[in-house]
């Protein structure tokens, strides 16, 4: 079993690029906080705040548990950072498009 640790983050690539990498790293921020633990990281991409709930539904419905970023300048939320997952448990995850550059 792959003992390696990755941690997924979802982001809204309704948002500018600035806008993205600053939420991006709040997520990730605040799930250090709450998970206390290092892994390698994998970001998704999703378009809009329903998708996003969309995403943390999903997420609700597997038991994974993750933290949610809410920007208060613009009043919504605006990404996730799941807690780390090992071996089978990221499989879950395959259903997600990977974040790609719009260039």
């Given at each position: 079993m792959?003992?390696?640790?990755?941690?997924?983050?979802?982001?809204?690539k309704?948002?500018?690029?600035?806008?993205?990498?600053?939420?991006?790293?709040h997520?990730?921020?605040?799930?250090g906080?709450?998970?206390?633990?290092?892994?390698?990281?994998?970001v998704?991409?999703?378009?809009?705040e329903e998708?996003?709930?969309?995403?943390?539904?999903?997420?609700?419905?597997?038991?994974?548990?993750?933290?949610?970023?809410?920007?208060?300048?613009i009043?919504?939320?605006?990404?996730?950072c799941?807690?780390?997952?090992?071996?089978?448990?990221?499989?879950?995850l395959?259903?997600?498009?990977?974040?790609?550059?719009?260039?």
């Amino acid at each position: 079993m792959d003992t390696t640790p990755y941690t997924y983050l979802f982001i809204r690539k309704d948002l500018s690029m600035a806008q993205q990498l600053v939420q991006i790293a709040h997520a990730a921020h605040d799930a250090g906080y709450k998970f206390g633990d290092h892994s390698h990281m994998c970001v998704f991409e999703l378009h809009g705040e329903e998708k996003l709930r969309h995403a943390a539904s999903y997420l609700d419905s597997k038991g994974i548990p993750y933290q949610m970023f809410h920007e208060t300048d613009i009043g919504e939320h605006t990404a996730i950072c799941t807690t780390p997952l090992m071996g089978d448990a990221r499989k879950a995850l395959r259903k997600f498009k990977m974040y790609r550059d719009a260039s």
